[in-house]
């Protein structure tokens, strides 16, 4: 009898191994595709697209502003990621975000010799705020993310052309395979040209988001380039340009004086300082970038 029970145990065990075969293979899929989903999720909060950034002001936004006869100044803020000869042929979304370094050093110049001055974000937030006066032509150049091409590219072609600049660093990410190492961070400051700002922790959209998280993402990235390189950081960019009111009261708080996004203007105030105003300049060079900059319509980058 005894035999006869542990000969349908077992039979009963037998039965149930190809259901928990299926159950573990299920649970192995499941886990696989749930990592996939937060390594897409992260890779495609790192390469934002032209199409996945904000282009106008939010609701709430709008709604606070309020209604004075504060200054405006036109100064066009120009907006890089990528300046580099893309490699990968199907790396379509860096090719996308990509200006080839010729190209580049042709709209640097091209600014340069129609006279125009290049400023840092921290020197625009303070001509606003009266501290400082704006000079007649003023020109941003900006690059968002701190890939290694703004040191080992774009500063030799700032050097040339004596052009200052603001590098948006996403702190989380620096000495990653793409992006610039803590040397390279250095190299940057000491050339004195360019301005260290800071782009979030973890390249987060900050639209919507839970207050705690802003929070951290704005401060820390902050505290955590001015420890490590001894500078003062004072400027800020919203990743994918996503912002609310909450997003900028926070980023007063923190203690910046300004902050960029991705809409597309020229026109800057005390009212848009924490949501400035960028352009893309695409591949235009010469009277073609001139003109771009001059018009008083940009319906997309």
Do not use: C
Request: cysteine-free; glycine content about 4%; overall charge positive.
């Amino acid at each position: 009898m005894a035999r006869k029970i542990k000969k349908e145990t077992k039979s009963r065990k037998n039965e149930f191994k190809p259901l928990l075969l299926i159950l573990g293979f299920v649970l192995i899929i499941t886990g696989l595709i749930g990592v996939y989903r937060v390594v897409k999720e992260q890779l495609h909060s790192v390469v934002e697209t032209p199409q996945s950034e904000v282009k106008r002001v939010p609701h709430d936004v709008r709604k606070n502003l309020k209604k004075d006869f504060a200054p405006t100044y036109r100064v066009p803020i120009l907006l890089y990621h990528y300046v580099e000869y893309v490699s990968d042929k199907k790396d379509t979304t860096r090719q996308s975000l990509d200006i080839s370094p010729y190209v580049f050093e042709q709209q640097v110049k091209t600014l340069h010799d129609a006279g125009y001055t290049f400023m840092t974000a921290s020197q625009l937030a303070d001509a606003i705020n009266k501290k400082r006066e704006l000079p007649g032509k003023p020109v941003l150049l900006t690059f968002d993310d701190g890939h290694w091409d703004v040191d080992t590219v774009i500063l030799p072609i700032l050097k040339k052309y004596h052009a200052k600049a603001t590098a948006y660093l996403i702190s989380g990410f620096l000495n990653g395979s793409d992006f610039l190492t803590d040397a390279e961070v250095k190299d940057l400051i000491n050339s004195h040209l360019i301005e260290i700002g800071a782009h979030t922790v973890h390249h987060i959209s900050l639209k919507g988001v839970l207050q705690p998280v802003v929070v951290y993402e704005v401060n820390q990235s902050k505290q955590a380039l001015e420890k490590n390189y001894y500078i003062k950081v004072v400027s800020f960019a919203y990743p994918d340009g996503a912002f609310d009111q909450q997003a900028i009261d926070d980023v007063k708080a923190a203690g910046y004086t300004s902050a960029v996004s991705t809409i597309p203007w020229t026109t800057q105030s005390a009212q848009n300082r924490f949501f400035l105003f960028r352009l893309r300049p695409g591949y235009r060079t010469g009277q073609e970038l001139i003109n771009y900059l001059n018009q008083n319509s940009f319906k997309s980058h």
